[in-house]
Structure formats: C-alpha cells, structure tokens
C-alpha cells in the first residue's frame, strides 16, 4: 500500500491521472515509438496536504543520461541568494557548507569567490562533477543519504550550513532525506533550501510536471517537512526561477517543533480545483491549436526543456506543433522524447514560416527570447507563453485561471 512521501499517511487522494509518458529529458537521436514509458499520476495527502507522484521512476533509470548541467540555466537569482547567506551572521567564512545535488558547483563557485573556504559538494552525475571538477569544486561523487552523510561527518565533521536547491522536489525517500540531514547538520545550524513553489503551479494552472519531480511542495508542507527535522524557518521568499521558486532559510533548535495544521483545509480545495481544471485545460489547449491549423496557421515551440516536453505529452500536443526550436546547440538534432518533435535551430521560425509561436522558456528569459526574433514578428508571427507565471499566457488559459479561483 502507498504512503505519503511526507507523514507516512496513507490516505492519499487521486488527484490527476496523466497517463504514461517517457522521461522527459531522455532526448532521442532518431525518432522512436518504444521508449521507456511510466505512469505520471499525482496525489494528494489527506493526512499533510503534501502532492506527490506514487510510484515514481527508479533514479538509476530516470538520471542515467542527464544532460542539464546549471550553466545551462539563467539563474538571474543567484547574487540573492548568497547575499541572503552572507546576511547570517552565525556562518563564518570558515564555515562548512555543504551542497547536496550540487550540479557543476555552479552556486558554490560563487561562495567560493565571495571568500568561504571549507565548502564541499555532494552529485552523482558523471558530467556534472567533472565541470564542478573544472571550477576547483570539492565534490563527493554520490547521492545524499544516511550512509553518505556520515561518510561526510567522518571526513569533514558537521556542517554548519546545508544547502538544498532544486534538489528536494527529486527525493523519492523523505524520510531517508531526513535522517540524512539530521546527521550532518551541526546543532544550530543553518539550511537553505530552494524549491519550486507548487501553491504557483495550483494558482496558474501549471500543469508542466517533472517526472523527476515527486515531491510538490507548498510553503506549508515544507515548513513541516523541516519540522520533523527540528528546523525553524527563520526566512522566506519567492523568486522567479523555473516557473516559481520558493527560498526558505531554517534553523535548527533544540526543541521539538509540533508540525503546522492549520493550512489544510484551504490547500485541499486549491489542489481539488486544479485537479478539476485539468480536463477542461486539456480540451481548450487542444482546440486553441487545432483552430489555428485548420485556419491554415503553422505553431512551433520555442524551447526545449523538460516542462514544455511533458506538458507536450500530457495534453497530446504533438500533432499540432511542427518542430521546436532550441538556442542550446547540444539539443539541436535531437527529437522530443513522446512527441518526436525535432528540435532546430531558432531561425527555424522564420525560414518554414511559422505563424504562431509557443514561447516554452522561463518568463525570465522571456524578453531575451524574443527579442532573437525582430524578423519573426515583423512577418507578423505571434509569441504566446505555455510556462506560467508569465504574463503571455494565451487567453483560455487566463480565463480558465479565473473560473478556477475560490
Ligand atoms: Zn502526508
């Protein structure tokens, strides 16, 4: 019987079945209709109000060809964030830091220039350690658990600030996660963690799942996730990142903290309307498109990320959509995994005289997007955003937004 990620609780409410799909970042070299598929359906803890994915893909599978390095990503976000660290006081220059998912060492690069000596890494993708490797990045080769934690402890004693981003949304074993943490943090010390902000997702209408992502957290059911730790959350914050990102900086005390409640009731409806949204969001999409093919329009997609690969899956969007364009060299030539869509350059758009395009890049890098593209829209080509919270967002999904709120 399934439990909750969170709590251990076992009444875990449906909340949308999206049926099975590939992984979304296991890009093809030539189209293929027998890839790995798995089922992506989406609950509800009646128990923590904590929305996760039952059955989750094995990572061994899911981050064997993972080829999303951080340099990759805008992450206009990043001065902020070691700003926020630099303001704690309690965390010395020479104090250990350590980064669980720590990528390329992109972040702990950046700590490293701002003066912090003892920092360490902890990745298990090949390709990720060797360019945190290239960047002088201490990085332990292995995933973040109870054993490799107190491998850590042995090696560097405990940390006095550990940083979590865009990595607990991943953890199929919370509990494990905890334990972890609970050996490698130092009494009083300090976390960061960095999230998708999934009370975003339920506002917008996002229905751009990660597969990899199990754990969909609200700003509630993380600060009862650091509860069971015994973590305050002494700072929070939004940022745009990926959709929306939420920044929480906790602290661990003494005492035992009696996890939060009282937000139940009010994220339980939230979560019922987006999952009642979800047909009626399928069906206008599917439409909006069809309507502009039969009137003799061509849609290509600007963009080949994860999110937009899923959401391609999930609604059947495949059929309407020409190709999709992509400025990241090292995905040009592949094709979407499900949808087979080949993935061009960006003049693409313009040389096979596409009418309408779906803009799939983070509404931060929005405006740079489209600003590639004066000739595109001097044509009269038209640039809609399918990756809330932007504000392009065509105009059925801005109306199913407001029949969806409470
Ligand atoms: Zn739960």
């Not at 010395?92 to 490293?112: A, P």
């Amino acid at each position: 019987m399934n439990s909750c990620n969170l709590c251990e609780g076992k009444q875990l409410y449906k909340l949308i079945d999206f049926g099975a799909h590939p992984i979304a970042h296991d890009y093809l070299k030539t189209p293929s209709n027998d890839e790995y598929v798995h089922p992506v359906t989406l609950y509800f803890c009646e128990t923590c109000g904590h929305i996760q994915l039952i059955n989750p893909i094995p990572p061994d599978l899911l981050y064997e060809n993972y080829v999303c390095l951080s340099s990759w990503k805008h992450q206009p976000h990043i001065p902020r964030l070691a700003r926020i660290i630099e303001e704690l006081n309690d965390i010395k220059k020479t104090s250990t830091i350590l980064e669980v998912g720590s990528n390329d060492g992109r972040f702990l690069q950046v700590l490293k220039e701002h003066g912090y000596k003892k920092i360490i890494g902890m990745e298990p993708a090949h390709d990720a350690q060797i360019a945190a490797g290239q960047k002088g990045v201490i990085t332990i080769p292995s995933y973040f658990n109870k054993k490799t934690a107190e491998g850590f402890v042995e090696n560097y004693g405990h940390c006095d600030l550990f940083i979590s981003r865009q990595m607990l949304e991943h953890i199929n074993d919370l509990k494990d996660f905890h334990d972890a943490m609970d050996v490698v943090l130092s009494p009083g010390g300090f976390v960061v963690f960095e999230v998708p902000n999934f009370n975003c997702s339920l506002d917008t209408l996002d229905y751009t799942l990660w597969e990899e992502h199990v754990n969909y957290f609200t700003l509630e059911t993380l600060t009862r996730f650091l509860a069971y730790s015994g973590i305050k959350i002494i700072h929070s914050e939004k940022i745009l990142f990926s959709g929306e990102a939420l920044i929480v900086i906790g602290k661990k005390v003494d005492i035992p903290l009696e996890p939060p409640k009282d937000y139940m009731e009010a994220l339980r409806a939230k979560a019922i309307n987006y999952s009642k949204s979800w047909p009626k969001f399928r069906n206008a999409f599917i439409k909006y498109l069809d309507d502009h093919k039969t009137a003799g329009g061509k849609v290509a997609v600007y963009g080949a990320g994860a999110r937009v690969n899923s959401l391609i899956n999930f609604v059947g969007l495949g059929p309407y959509i020409e190709f999709i364009v992509d400025d990241q060299q090292e995905k040009q030539g592949l094709f979407v995994p499900g949808s087979n869509l080949p993935i061009l350059s960006g003049d693409a758009l313009e040389k096979y005289s596409i009418d309408l395009c779906l803009l799939a890049v983070n509404t931060e890098s929005e405006e740079k997007a489209i600003s590639k593209h004066p000739e595109f829209i001097k044509k009269g080509g038209k640039f809609i955003s399918v990756l809330p919270p932007s504000e392009l967002l065509p105009h059925f999904w801005k109306r199913l937004i407001e029949e969806s709120k409470i």
